[in-house]
Protein backbone atom coordinates (compact mmCIF):
# COMPACT_ATOMS: atom_id res chain seq x y z
CA UNK A 1 0.00 0.00 0.00
CA UNK A 2 1.57 3.67 -1.11
CA UNK A 3 1.52 5.59 2.31
CA UNK A 4 1.59 9.76 1.62
CA UNK A 5 2.69 11.63 4.89
CA UNK A 6 0.81 14.82 4.88
CA UNK A 7 1.74 15.52 8.39
CA UNK A 8 4.70 18.04 8.83
CA UNK A 9 3.32 20.25 11.13
CA UNK A 10 3.63 17.85 13.31
CA UNK A 11 7.34 16.33 13.06
CA UNK A 12 9.18 15.95 10.05
CA UNK A 13 11.56 13.72 9.20
CA UNK A 14 15.33 13.66 10.55
CA UNK A 15 17.10 14.83 8.22
CA UNK A 16 20.15 12.19 7.33
CA UNK A 17 23.10 14.91 7.10
CA UNK A 18 21.86 16.73 10.70
CA UNK A 19 22.04 12.91 11.79
CA UNK A 20 25.61 12.54 11.15
CA UNK A 21 26.77 16.37 12.81
CA UNK A 22 25.24 14.68 15.72
CA UNK A 23 26.61 10.97 15.70
CA UNK A 24 30.60 11.92 16.57
CA UNK A 25 28.56 13.54 20.31
CA UNK A 26 26.66 10.81 20.92
CA UNK A 27 29.52 7.85 20.30
CA UNK A 28 32.95 9.70 20.39
CA UNK A 29 32.76 13.04 22.07
CA UNK A 30 30.11 12.70 24.35
CA UNK A 31 31.46 14.70 27.74
CA UNK A 32 29.58 17.15 29.69
CA UNK A 33 30.00 20.44 28.22
CA UNK A 34 30.52 21.71 32.03
CA UNK A 35 33.00 19.38 32.88
CA UNK A 36 36.54 21.19 33.45
CA UNK A 37 38.58 18.33 31.62
CA UNK A 38 39.76 17.75 27.99
CA UNK A 39 36.43 16.00 26.87
CA UNK A 40 34.34 18.42 28.53
CA UNK A 41 35.96 21.41 27.20
CA UNK A 42 35.28 19.98 23.64
CA UNK A 43 31.59 19.40 24.25
CA UNK A 44 31.67 23.14 25.37
CA UNK A 45 33.23 24.44 22.07
CA UNK A 46 30.97 22.22 20.11
CA UNK A 47 28.05 23.75 22.52
CA UNK A 48 28.96 27.42 21.69
CA UNK A 49 29.57 27.03 17.93
CA UNK A 50 26.19 25.45 17.92
CA UNK A 51 25.10 28.93 19.30
CA UNK A 52 26.43 31.10 17.22
CA UNK A 53 25.28 28.90 14.15
CA UNK A 54 21.53 29.68 15.54
CA UNK A 55 22.20 33.28 16.54
CA UNK A 56 23.27 33.72 12.87
CA UNK A 57 20.12 32.23 11.20
CA UNK A 58 18.36 34.50 13.51
CA UNK A 59 19.99 37.67 13.45
CA UNK A 60 20.76 37.58 16.95
CA UNK A 61 24.02 37.43 18.75
CA UNK A 62 25.26 33.87 20.68
CA UNK A 63 24.16 35.42 23.99
CA UNK A 64 20.83 36.02 23.45
CA UNK A 65 20.12 31.99 22.61
CA UNK A 66 18.58 29.56 25.19
CA UNK A 67 18.66 26.09 24.25
CA UNK A 68 15.61 23.86 25.51
CA UNK A 69 14.03 20.87 24.82
CA UNK A 70 11.45 21.97 21.95
CA UNK A 71 8.52 24.41 22.12
CA UNK A 72 7.07 23.60 24.44
CA UNK A 73 9.76 24.58 27.31
CA UNK A 74 10.46 27.75 25.35
CA UNK A 75 6.80 28.94 25.20
CA UNK A 76 6.64 28.39 28.58
CA UNK A 77 10.53 30.00 29.98
CA UNK A 78 9.23 33.49 27.73
CA UNK A 79 5.62 33.80 29.55
CA UNK A 80 6.34 32.29 32.79
CA UNK A 81 9.67 33.33 33.06
CA UNK A 82 8.78 36.89 31.69
CA UNK A 83 6.02 37.42 33.70
CA UNK A 84 7.88 36.46 37.01
CA UNK A 85 10.81 38.58 36.46
CA UNK A 86 8.28 41.57 35.65
CA UNK A 87 6.79 41.39 38.87
CA UNK A 88 9.51 41.10 41.22
CA UNK A 89 9.02 44.33 42.43
CA UNK A 90 5.01 44.90 42.69
CA UNK A 91 1.43 43.44 41.42
CA UNK A 92 1.56 40.44 39.23
CA UNK A 93 2.29 41.39 35.99
CA UNK A 94 0.12 40.97 32.82
CA UNK A 95 0.15 38.87 29.78
CA UNK A 96 -2.10 39.45 26.30
CA UNK A 97 -2.47 36.69 24.10
CA UNK A 98 -4.76 34.88 21.58
CA UNK A 99 -7.67 32.06 21.65
CA UNK A 100 -5.53 30.96 18.47
CA UNK A 101 -2.54 30.36 20.08
CA UNK A 102 -0.68 26.47 20.86
CA UNK A 103 -1.66 24.90 23.88
CA UNK A 104 1.81 25.69 25.16
CA UNK A 105 0.77 29.22 25.09
CA UNK A 106 -2.68 28.86 26.38
CA UNK A 107 -2.08 26.24 29.39
CA UNK A 108 0.74 28.24 30.96
CA UNK A 109 -1.48 31.60 30.19
CA UNK A 110 -4.50 30.12 32.25
CA UNK A 111 -2.28 29.12 35.21
CA UNK A 112 -0.39 32.26 35.20
CA UNK A 113 -4.28 34.08 35.53
CA UNK A 114 -4.80 31.49 38.52
CA UNK A 115 -1.47 33.10 40.12
CA UNK A 116 -3.62 36.24 39.72
CA UNK A 117 -1.95 37.52 36.54
CA UNK A 118 -4.02 39.49 34.27
CA UNK A 119 -4.87 37.78 31.34
CA UNK A 120 -6.17 38.53 28.10
CA UNK A 121 -7.29 36.65 25.40
CA UNK A 122 -8.11 38.11 22.34
CA UNK A 123 -10.71 36.48 19.44
CA UNK A 124 -9.24 36.25 16.15
CA UNK A 125 -11.43 37.46 13.33
CA UNK A 126 -12.75 35.29 11.17
CA UNK A 127 -9.85 34.66 9.36
CA UNK A 128 -7.87 33.50 12.11
CA UNK A 129 -5.76 36.45 12.19
CA UNK A 130 -5.18 39.06 15.30
CA UNK A 131 -4.56 42.62 14.77
CA UNK A 132 -1.64 45.00 16.02
CA UNK A 133 -4.71 47.44 16.38
CA UNK A 134 -6.61 44.20 18.70
CA UNK A 135 -3.45 43.94 20.69
CA UNK A 136 -3.03 48.12 21.62
CA UNK A 137 -7.03 48.01 22.87
CA UNK A 138 -6.03 45.54 25.04
CA UNK A 139 -2.67 47.02 26.86
CA UNK A 140 -2.65 48.64 29.92
CA UNK A 141 -0.15 49.70 32.65
CA UNK A 142 -0.03 45.87 34.31
CA UNK A 143 0.62 44.68 30.85
CA UNK A 144 4.36 43.08 30.94
CA UNK A 145 4.11 41.07 27.79
CA UNK A 146 2.18 40.00 24.23
CA UNK A 147 2.69 36.63 23.58
CA UNK A 148 0.98 35.94 19.57
CA UNK A 149 2.84 32.73 17.15
CA UNK A 150 3.92 33.74 13.68
CA UNK A 151 2.29 31.19 11.91
CA UNK A 152 -0.79 29.28 13.47
CA UNK A 153 0.11 25.41 13.51
CA UNK A 154 -3.17 24.57 12.15
CA UNK A 155 -4.97 26.40 9.72
CA UNK A 156 -1.44 28.49 8.44
CA UNK A 157 -2.92 32.24 8.72
CA UNK A 158 0.18 34.56 9.58
CA UNK A 159 0.46 37.23 12.46
CA UNK A 160 1.57 40.82 11.23
CA UNK A 161 4.45 40.10 14.21
CA UNK A 162 6.48 43.36 13.11
CA UNK A 163 3.33 45.82 13.18
CA UNK A 164 2.49 43.74 16.15
CA UNK A 165 5.84 44.45 17.87
CA UNK A 166 6.00 48.81 16.86
CA UNK A 167 2.61 48.83 19.28
CA UNK A 168 4.12 46.79 22.15
CA UNK A 169 7.77 49.37 21.69
CA UNK A 170 5.10 52.06 21.78
CA UNK A 171 3.87 50.61 24.93
CA UNK A 172 7.14 49.65 26.83
CA UNK A 173 5.44 45.89 26.42
CA UNK A 174 8.12 42.79 25.73
CA UNK A 175 6.79 40.57 22.95
CA UNK A 176 7.15 37.28 22.58
CA UNK A 177 6.46 35.07 18.74
CA UNK A 178 6.06 31.59 18.68
CA UNK A 179 7.83 31.08 15.38
CA UNK A 180 7.74 27.01 15.53
CA UNK A 181 5.82 26.67 12.42
CA UNK A 182 7.63 29.58 10.64
CA UNK A 183 11.32 27.78 10.51
CA UNK A 184 12.70 27.13 7.43
CA UNK A 185 9.95 28.69 5.49
CA UNK A 186 10.92 32.39 5.41
CA UNK A 187 13.04 34.41 7.18
CA UNK A 188 13.12 34.61 10.80
CA UNK A 189 15.43 37.72 11.55
CA UNK A 190 14.50 39.09 15.10
CA UNK A 191 15.84 42.64 14.22
CA UNK A 192 12.93 42.74 11.17
CA UNK A 193 10.43 41.13 13.45
CA UNK A 194 11.16 43.38 16.39
CA UNK A 195 10.50 40.60 18.97
CA UNK A 196 12.16 40.41 22.29
CA UNK A 197 11.92 36.13 23.00
CA UNK A 198 11.20 34.32 20.35
CA UNK A 199 10.74 30.14 20.35
CA UNK A 200 11.59 27.48 18.01
CA UNK A 201 11.46 23.77 17.56
CA UNK A 202 14.29 21.58 16.04
CA UNK A 203 11.49 18.77 14.75
CA UNK A 204 9.97 20.99 12.82
CA UNK A 205 12.60 21.60 10.71
CA UNK A 206 14.17 18.53 10.06
CA UNK A 207 15.94 18.86 13.31
CA UNK A 208 16.14 16.11 16.18
CA UNK A 209 12.97 15.80 18.58
CA UNK A 210 13.50 17.11 22.11
CA UNK A 211 15.72 20.35 21.01
CA UNK A 212 14.39 23.72 21.06
CA UNK A 213 15.31 27.45 21.42
CA UNK A 214 14.57 30.58 23.01
CA UNK A 215 15.70 33.88 21.67
CA UNK A 216 15.91 36.37 24.97
CA UNK A 217 17.15 39.79 23.93
CA UNK A 218 19.63 41.27 25.78
CA UNK A 219 18.45 43.17 28.36
CA UNK A 220 15.75 40.99 28.86
CA UNK A 221 15.38 39.87 32.57
CA UNK A 222 13.95 36.27 32.06
CA UNK A 223 13.28 34.38 35.46
CA UNK A 224 14.16 30.64 35.29
CA UNK A 225 11.81 27.79 34.59
CA UNK A 226 14.51 24.59 35.51
CA UNK A 227 16.71 25.63 38.38
CA UNK A 228 19.40 23.17 39.71
CA UNK A 229 21.81 24.37 37.89
CA UNK A 230 24.28 27.69 36.31
CA UNK A 231 23.80 26.59 32.85
CA UNK A 232 22.20 28.99 29.61
CA UNK A 233 23.58 31.50 31.66
CA UNK A 234 21.08 30.34 34.46
CA UNK A 235 18.40 30.43 32.50
CA UNK A 236 17.68 27.02 31.97
CA UNK A 237 19.26 24.48 34.76
CA UNK A 238 20.33 21.07 33.26
CA UNK A 239 23.08 19.19 31.79
CA UNK A 240 23.11 20.55 28.01
CA UNK A 241 22.06 18.09 25.42
CA UNK A 242 25.28 19.06 23.06
CA UNK A 243 23.86 16.71 20.17
CA UNK A 244 20.81 17.90 20.26
CA UNK A 245 21.97 21.96 20.05
CA UNK A 246 24.53 20.80 17.55
CA UNK A 247 21.96 18.74 15.32
CA UNK A 248 19.43 21.56 15.19
CA UNK A 249 22.11 24.58 14.55
CA UNK A 250 22.83 21.99 11.10
CA UNK A 251 19.05 21.86 10.15
CA UNK A 252 18.56 25.76 11.18
CA UNK A 253 20.93 26.06 8.66
CA UNK A 254 20.09 24.18 5.95
CA UNK A 255 16.31 24.97 6.48
CA UNK A 256 17.21 28.96 6.35
CA UNK A 257 19.76 27.92 3.05
CA UNK A 258 16.81 26.47 1.42
CA UNK A 259 13.88 28.25 2.61
CA UNK A 260 13.10 30.60 -0.90
CA UNK A 261 12.64 27.43 -2.68
CA UNK A 262 11.00 24.99 -0.09
CA UNK A 263 8.26 27.95 0.36
CA UNK A 264 7.73 27.99 -3.39
CA UNK A 265 7.66 24.64 -4.00
CA UNK A 266 4.79 24.16 -0.93
CA UNK A 267 3.02 27.03 -2.58
CA UNK A 268 2.26 24.93 -5.65
CA UNK A 269 1.44 21.94 -3.42
CA UNK A 270 -0.86 24.12 -1.37
CA UNK A 271 -2.66 25.71 -4.53
CA UNK A 272 -2.22 21.66 -6.12
CA UNK A 273 -4.51 20.56 -3.13
CA UNK A 274 -7.02 23.38 -2.53
CA UNK A 275 -7.85 23.61 -6.86
CA UNK A 276 -8.45 20.13 -6.37
CA UNK A 277 -10.74 19.90 -3.27
CA UNK A 278 -13.95 21.04 -5.21
CA UNK A 279 -13.39 17.58 -7.30
CA UNK A 280 -12.75 15.07 -4.39
CA UNK A 281 -14.63 16.73 -1.40
CA UNK A 282 -18.32 14.57 -1.71
CA UNK A 283 -20.50 16.66 -0.10
CA UNK A 284 -20.02 20.56 1.42
CA UNK A 285 -17.15 21.16 2.97
CA UNK A 286 -15.22 24.46 4.42
CA UNK A 287 -11.52 25.78 4.01
CA UNK A 288 -10.29 26.56 7.07
CA UNK A 289 -6.94 27.67 5.56
CA UNK A 290 -7.88 31.01 4.02
CA UNK A 291 -6.43 31.18 -0.02
CA UNK A 292 -5.65 34.89 -0.91
CA UNK A 293 -7.27 36.66 1.83
CA UNK A 294 -4.77 36.85 4.66
CA UNK A 295 -1.33 35.66 4.65
CA UNK A 296 -0.52 31.41 4.97
CA UNK A 297 2.33 29.54 5.24
CA UNK A 298 2.70 27.34 2.13
CA UNK A 299 2.66 23.73 3.78
CA UNK A 300 -0.68 23.81 5.40
CA UNK A 301 -4.51 23.21 4.45
CA UNK A 302 -7.10 23.12 6.75
CA UNK A 303 -10.46 21.66 5.76
CA UNK A 304 -13.79 20.86 7.67
CA UNK A 305 -16.68 18.89 6.09
CA UNK A 306 -20.19 20.10 7.81
CA UNK A 307 -23.31 18.04 7.49
CA UNK A 308 -24.69 18.18 4.22
CA UNK A 309 -28.35 19.66 5.78
CA UNK A 310 -29.72 20.77 8.80
CA UNK A 311 -30.65 17.00 9.81
CA UNK A 312 -28.39 15.11 8.52
CA UNK A 313 -25.84 13.28 11.08
CA UNK A 314 -22.27 14.65 11.36
CA UNK A 315 -19.25 13.18 9.77
CA UNK A 316 -17.41 11.50 12.33
CA UNK A 317 -13.90 13.30 12.40
CA UNK A 318 -11.67 10.38 14.27
CA UNK A 319 -13.38 8.04 11.50
CA UNK A 320 -12.27 9.93 8.74
CA UNK A 321 -8.62 10.18 10.08
CA UNK A 322 -8.28 6.69 10.68
CA UNK A 323 -9.79 5.50 7.67
CA UNK A 324 -7.77 7.92 5.38
CA UNK A 325 -4.71 6.33 7.74
CA UNK A 326 -5.94 2.53 7.02
CA UNK A 327 -5.72 3.50 2.90
CA UNK A 328 -1.95 5.54 3.41
CA UNK A 329 -2.85 8.78 3.77
CA UNK A 330 -1.44 9.91 6.90
CA UNK A 331 -2.89 13.54 8.52
CA UNK A 332 -4.01 15.05 11.27
CA UNK A 333 -7.04 16.76 12.83
CA UNK A 334 -4.79 19.48 14.28
CA UNK A 335 -2.05 19.82 16.96
CA UNK A 336 -0.23 16.78 17.63
CA UNK A 337 0.05 17.76 20.87
CA UNK A 338 -3.72 17.61 21.80
CA UNK A 339 -4.82 15.32 18.83
CA UNK A 340 -5.17 12.50 21.59
CA UNK A 341 -8.15 14.50 22.66
CA UNK A 342 -11.70 13.88 21.60
CA UNK A 343 -12.57 17.38 21.58
CA UNK A 344 -12.63 19.54 18.58
CA UNK A 345 -9.89 22.18 17.74
CA UNK A 346 -10.00 25.50 20.31
CA UNK A 347 -8.18 27.28 17.43
CA UNK A 348 -11.18 26.52 14.89
CA UNK A 349 -13.51 26.77 17.80
CA UNK A 350 -12.25 30.19 18.43
CA UNK A 351 -12.90 31.10 14.34
CA UNK A 352 -16.63 30.30 15.13
CA UNK A 353 -16.98 26.83 13.58
CA UNK A 354 -19.85 24.86 15.68
CA UNK A 355 -18.73 22.28 16.99
CA UNK A 356 -19.98 19.45 14.65
CA UNK A 357 -18.07 20.92 12.09
CA UNK A 358 -14.67 21.86 13.94
CA UNK A 359 -14.54 18.08 14.93
CA UNK A 360 -14.39 17.11 11.22
CA UNK A 361 -11.38 19.03 10.27
CA UNK A 362 -8.30 17.78 8.22
CA UNK A 363 -4.78 19.15 8.65
CA UNK A 364 -2.97 18.44 5.65
CA UNK A 365 0.93 19.68 5.85
CA UNK A 366 3.56 19.04 3.17
CA UNK A 367 7.50 19.08 3.74
CA UNK A 368 10.29 18.30 1.66
CA UNK A 369 9.35 15.11 0.26
CA UNK A 370 5.87 15.20 -0.66
CA UNK A 371 5.33 14.93 -4.74
CA UNK A 372 2.46 16.69 -6.96
CA UNK A 373 1.73 12.46 -6.33
CA UNK A 374 1.54 12.63 -3.21
CA UNK A 375 -1.03 15.24 -3.49
CA UNK A 376 -3.20 13.54 -5.87
CA UNK A 377 -3.22 10.38 -4.17
CA UNK A 378 -4.61 12.10 -1.40
CA UNK A 379 -7.03 13.67 -3.28
CA UNK A 380 -8.04 9.96 -4.59
CA UNK A 381 -8.67 8.81 -1.01
CA UNK A 382 -10.28 11.23 0.12
CA UNK A 383 -12.51 11.20 -2.51
CA UNK A 384 -13.25 8.04 -1.81
CA UNK A 385 -13.45 7.84 1.72
CA UNK A 386 -15.98 10.86 1.84
CA UNK A 387 -17.85 8.72 -0.51
CA UNK A 388 -18.27 5.86 1.62
CA UNK A 389 -18.95 7.56 4.76
CA UNK A 390 -21.87 10.14 3.85
Do not use: W
Request: glycine letters at 10%; proline letters at 6%; hydrophobic letters at 40%.
Amino acid sequence: MERVYLDHAATTPLDPEVLGAMKPYLLEDYGNASSVHQMGRQARVALEEARERVAACLGAVSSEIVFTSGGTEADNLALKGGLRAASENGAPAGLVTSAAEHEAVLRPAERLADQGHPVTILTPDASGAVTPAQVEAALDDRTALVSLMHTNNETGVQTDIPAVAEVCAAHDVLLHCDAVQAAGLQPLDVEDLGVDLLSLSGHKFYGPKGTGVLYVRNGVDLGPLLEGGSQERERRGGTENVPGAIGLAEALERAVADAEDRADRLSRLQRRLIDGLDDAVVGPYRLNTPAGEVPVAPHVVNVAFPPEGPDADPLDGEMLILNLDMQGVLVSAGSACTSGALEPSHVLLALGLDRPTASTAVRFSMGAETTAADIDYALDILHDTLQRMR
